[in-house]
């Protein structure tokens, strides 16, 4: 079992920075690779980044905006997002995958004015 919990967020204005935070606990090492989803009002889940072994990947969003990290204990990984847009407002989750089953943060709010 792994749990996830998230921080960070907030409300910033367009072009300004913000970033997320997530911490696992529990069984670590079953977790193979980790990332974040976000949620808009009226939207679909959709997928932002992830970190793999292999490194980083992004969505076309958020490629060369947003960077996604993990710590070297393996226990916090975070999403560092800069030059905002009113369109990143949303919902972000952090996930994290073992061979069996996809584990998710409870969400935090990401609000960008314009």
């Known amino acids: 079992q792994v ?10 204005q367009a072009g300004g920075s913000l970033g997320l935070h997530c911490a696992a606990s529990g069984n670590i090492a079953s977790i193979r ?5 976000r949620q808009a009002p009226g939207k679909q889940r959709e997928f932002v980044a992830r970190i793999a072994p292999g490194g980083p990947t992004y969505t ?3 490629e060369g905006r947003f960077t996604a990290s993990r710590d070297n ?3 916090t990984f975070s999403l560092q ?3 905002l847009k009113p369109e990143d ?6 996930y994290a995958d073992s061979s069996v089953r ?5 969400g935090t709010q990401v ?3 314009a």
């Open 89 to 94: 407002t949303a919902v972000y989750f952090c």
């Open 81 to 83: 997002m800069r030059s």
């Open 60 to 62: 076309d969003a958020a």
């Open 3 to 12: 749990h996830l919990v998230e921080s960070g967020g907030g409300m910033v």
């Open 102 to 106: 996809s584990y998710w943060g409870q």
């Open 73 to 75: 204990f393996g226990t």
């Open 33 to 37: 690779h980790m990332g974040w989803y």
């Open 111 to 113: 609000t960008v004015s």
